[in-house]
């Protein structure tokens, strides 16, 4: 029988460990497939080796499944940082967006970025960034519109003062 390739193996190996990466149940597969190995007598360093890990995690897993059984080898949960803004505030800001920022006291007409993160501060005693601000029209359902030039709405007299007057010309 003719020996079976794969045509740029390292690259191949690179793209299906990310693939492996990908989802939590081939993680949990990948995992097992470490702790049966070791289970059959291959040593850790090989393990790693063969499946693209340092020997150190594979001996974690090994630990946590001799620990905690199947379940070790489960993803943790991370649930990372929480939320600074609760569905009481996003609500509050949802309402307030359908105002003008000057029904709020602040400078500005048109809600942005900096306008919100300010509103949210003064409101909420939260400081949250402009980006971070910038966001929460899109998760709120709205989107940023850019301010109009103040010149489209000038006197029409004044507009005319400035303009050319290509009779003189």
């Not at 967006?97 to 939260?126: E, Y």
């Not at 929460?136 to 400035?162: M, N, V, W």
């Amino acid at each position: 029988m003719k020996a079976l390739t794969i045509t740029e193996p390292e690259t191949m190996a690179h793209a299906l460990q990310d693939e492996i990466r990908r989802s939590n149940e081939a993680r949990y597969d990948h995992r097992l497939h470490a702790v049966l190995l070791v289970a059959q007598g291959v040593k850790c360093p090989e393990v790693g080796k063969l499946l693209g890990d340092s020997t150190r995690i594979v001996q974690y897993w090994v630990n946590q499944f001799e620990r905690e059984g199947f379940a070790g080898l489960a993803d943790a949960d991370h649930p990372g940082r929480p939320p600074r803004l609760g569905e009481q505030h996003m609500e509050t800001i949802g309402k307030a967006l359908r105002k003008t920022p000057a029904d709020f006291g602040l400078s500005t007409n048109m809600w942005d970025g900096k306008t919100l993160s300010a509103f949210i501060k003064v409101q909420f005693n939260i400081d949250l960034g402009v980006r971070q601000s910038q966001r929460l029209f899109r998760q709120l359902g709205f989107r940023l519109r850019e301010p109009r030039p103040i010149i489209a709405r000038a006197d029409p007299e004044k507009q005319a003062e400035h303009k050319k007057n290509f009779n003189e010309l």
